[in-house]
């Protein structure tokens, strides 16, 4: 864990294309810096309920929905 802190909930990634990058950039970097044995790294689906201390399995849903209206990424428009 990263300075003795807990799991990693990253928040508002993805909701407004402002940058030259992918919505979804910022999350790939986040997991590739919270690898196995560092920060947990906790990314629910949109709208789903967690509870930090018995986190649910990691999942990339975000890659099955890149590409489509409204998923984060940078082809999708902002409406």
Do not use: C, K
Request: net charge negative; no cysteine; aromatic share 6%.
């Amino acid at each position: 864990e990263m300075l003795g802190g807990g799991p990693l909930l990253p928040i508002h990634w993805g909701t407004f294309n402002l940058t030259l990058h992918a919505r979804d950039e910022p999350l790939e970097t986040l997991s590739r810096l919270a690898a196995p044995g560092r920060a947990p790294l906790l990314t629910p689906r949109l709208g789903m309920a967690v509870e930090p201390s018995s986190p649910p399995r990691w999942d990339p849903w975000w890659r099955e929905v890149r590409g489509q209206v409204g998923a984060p990424d940078a082809a999708s428009p902002d409406p």
